[in-house]
C-alpha cells in the first residue's frame, strides 16, 4: 500500500501582519514549526504500517524552508518527502492550494490512502481536505477518531462528530482527515533523526506538473479575494471587579451597557 500525507510548516506563534493588498499571512521573521495536525496524521499512517506493508511518502507544499517539515518526517519514519516549491504556488487559498496538492501528489504515482490532519493552525479552514479528495474523485470522511482496519480494498474507520460517533467503511482508494487528540505523535528515533538529514528530497515545481497553466495556481488560482484586513480594535482599560459572583456579574453588566452607550 502507498500512503501520501500532507504536511504543512506553519508559524509557530499567533503574532503576524497580513499584506493589505493581497490578504496573504506576512511569515518574514516568524519561527516556523510543523502543523501539529498534521503530525497526527503522519502517525495514523505509521500505526497502519504497523498493521500491513506500507510506503509512506510526506507531501509539504510551501517555501525552501518547508523541507524541515520533511526532515521531520523522515525522523518519525517516513519513507520519501515531496517538497511541492514555486514562486507560482505563493498566495494560494484553499482551491489553489489543495489543485497543487493534487497535481503534485499525482506526479509520484497512485496512493491507496491519502491522510490529511484535520486542519491547519494559521488558515484554520479545515477545507483542503475535503477539496483534495473532490479533485481526486475518491470518498473521504473527515473528524476520524480511529482506524480500526486496513484491506487492500477498503479501510473501516471510527468518525467523530460534534453530536455523535460512527463506523464506516470506505473503499480504497480514499482520504482521510485525522482528529489530534486520538493519534497522538511519537517522539522522533534518534537513529531516523540522525538518517534524516541524508535523504534526499524531490522537489516539485510547476514544469513538472501535468497542468502547467499558471493562472489555476496560486494568487492567481485563488477564488476568494480579501477586501479588507484590518486589526480588532485594542482596549486600553481593563477594569478589575471584586465581590461576590452576582455583584461582580451586575458591575460587568454595567460597564458593558456603558460602553456600548458611549
Not at 122 to 144: C, E, K, M, R, Y
Not at 204 to 226: K, P
Amino acid at each position: 500500500m502507498k500512503i501520501a500525507v500532507c504536511m504543512k510548516q506553519v508559524p509557530a506563534e499567533s503574532r503576524g501582519l497580513m499584506d493589505e493588498k493581497t490578504g496573504v499571512i506576512m511569515r518574514a521573521g516568524l519561527k516556523p514549526e510543523v502543523n501539529c495536525y498534521d503530525l497526527s496524521a503522519l502517525e495514523a499512517a505509521l500505526r497502519i504500517r504497523e498493521s500491513i506493508p506500507a510506503e509512506i511518502h510526506a507531501f509539504s507544499m510551501g517555501p525552501l524552508q518547508a523541507a524541515d517539515v520533511l526532515r521531520t518526517a523522515f525522523s518519525m519514519g517516513a519513507d520519501a518527502g515531496f517538497l511541492i516549491s514555486d514562486p507560482a504556488f505563493s498566495g494560494a487559498d484553499v482551491l489553489a492550494t489543495s489543485y497543487t496538492l493534487y497535481r503534485a501528489i499525482e506526479t509520484a504515482g497512485e496512493y491507496e490512502l491519502i491522510l490529511c490532519g484535520r486542519q491547519t493552525t494559521d488558515g484554520d479552514t479545515a477545507q483542503v481536505s475535503g477539496a483534495l479528495a473532490q479533485w481526486f474523485n475518491i470518498p473521504h470522511a473527515n473528524w476520524v477518531s480511529g482506524i480500526e482496519k486496513v484491506t487492500k480494498m477498503s479501510v473501516t474507520v471510527e468518525q467523530k462528530t460534534e453530536y455523535e460517533q460512527m463506523r464506516m467503511q470506505l473503499p480504497l482508494p480514499c482520504l482521510l482527515s485525522v482528529a489530534r487528540d486520538e493519534f497522538l505523535p511519537r517522539l522522533p528515533s534518534l537513529r531516523l533523526k540522525m538518517a534524516a538529514g541524508k535523504k534526499s528530497i524531490t522537489s516539485v515545481g510547476l514544469n513538472d506538473l501535468s497542468d502547467r497553466d499558471m493562472s489555476h495556481y496560486g494568487l492567481y488560482g485563488s477564488a476568494t479575494r480579501v477586501k479588507k484586513i484590518y486589526p480588532p480594535p485594542r482596549t486600553q482599560r481593563r477594569p478589575l471587579f471584586s465581590g461576590t459572583a452576582e455583584d461582580c456579574a451586575e458591575m460587568i453588566l454595567g460597564a458593558v451597557r456603558d460602553e456600548v452607550t458611549g
